[in-house]
């Protein structure tokens, strides 16, 4: 980290002000040079305030400006209102940015789901896509949405002791309830895949139940607001950490340990057809096995599942 990252993370960890004497002691530079790299993050955006007694950061504890993303800041991109933060990140990937480029969005104006759905994406929710380009064979790159997922599901579970879990192929619901939808758009160049974006849409400190009933938020599980900030940081961490050692056999026992959808009736819907049975499992390559009524075994690699 650079003084001014560890200045930030000295000043966004403490909620009052921090003296200049402080910092210096902290970082082991002068007080002049810390004046001068607050004065070059003021210049640069940075919400600080500088009184007699020190310096104070004024932001709200829940934004999402990529200053605050210490090292990872270069890679993410932030918009307060967009399209879909899938468009943006096309055009970044195919533009060659850097692996783990996030595009984040306060709000969307197009936000869209799987099966050609539109997404709301009201003030308050965590709406991000980030780039990502597997070494893996094309047909483990499905695998990478389940990962998503279990990474995803396992932060919630873990930090907020939410009881996530995962309805094929990579929705997060608590007690049936929607609080993450992830949507995913590979390219590929011959048999390599070039990018996979993977568009993460979690219920945050927003309130999708008061138009979806289906859905619910963080917030309104744990009844009070959580900084999306740490959210995604904790996510990144996690499934950066699992891309860099890739192993698709493990992907799906995780899968299996945590999903909410084996064992159950389901109905598949995809565009050419419906098909119902009972989920039984997960093939190698993350697609449903279930188990029809005659007896025999169907496996569907894509669509939508609906508990019945
Ligand atoms: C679904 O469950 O149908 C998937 C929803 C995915 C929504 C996210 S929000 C961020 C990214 N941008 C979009 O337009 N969609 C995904």
């Not at 530079?29 to 310096?55: A, C, D, E, F, T």
């Amino acid at each position: 980290m650079n003084p001014k990252q560890t200045i930030l993370e000295i000043l966004n960890q403490s909620d009052r002000v921090v003296s200049g004497e402080v910092l210096s002691a902290r970082l082991g530079i002068s007080r002049v040079s810390i004046w001068k790299h607050i004065k070059g993050l003021v210049q640069s955006g940075v919400p600080v305030v500088s009184s007699p007694k020190g310096y104070r950061l004024t932001h709200d504890p829940d934004h999402l400006q990529p200053w605050a993303f210490g090292d990872r800041q270069e890679r993410i991109h932030y918009f307060e209102d967009t399209a879909s933060t899938m468009d943006a990140a096309a055009l970044l990937a195919r533009d060659g940015c850097p692996e783990y480029t996030v595009v984040l969005a306060q709000r969307q104006t197009r936000g869209r789901g799987r099966m050609q759905r539109s997404w709301t994406s009201d003030e308050g929710g965590l709406y991000f896509t980030v780039v990502v380009r597997p070494d893996s064979p094309l047909m483990h790159a499905g695998l990478v949405n389940l990962a998503a997922a279990i990474d995803m599901a396992g932060l919630l579970r873990s930090r907020y002791r939410i009881d996530a879990g995962l309805k094929w192929p990579n929705d997060i619901l608590v007690d049936e309830k929607k609080i993450c939808g992830i949507l995913s758009q590979m390219e590929a160049e011959g048999d390599q895949v070039a990018h996979v974006n993977i568009g993460l849409g979690l219920n945050v400190n927003n309130r999708p139940e008061i138009d979806q009933p289906g859905a619910v938020s963080i917030q309104s599980l744990l009844g009070h607001p959580v900084p999306r900030r740490e959210i995604l940081t904790g996510f990144l961490e996690a499934f950066e950490a699992r891309m860099h050692d890739f192993h698709a056999p493990l992907v799906v026992d995780q899968w299996r340990a945590d999903n909410v959808t084996l064992g159950k009736p389901v109905r598949v819907s995809t565009v050419k057809e419906t098909v119902d049975g009972t989920a039984v499992d997960v093939d190698a390559n993350g697609g449903l096995v279930l188990a029809l009524s005659d007896g025999s075994h169907r496996t569907v690699v894509h669509g939508d599942c609906f508990h019945q």
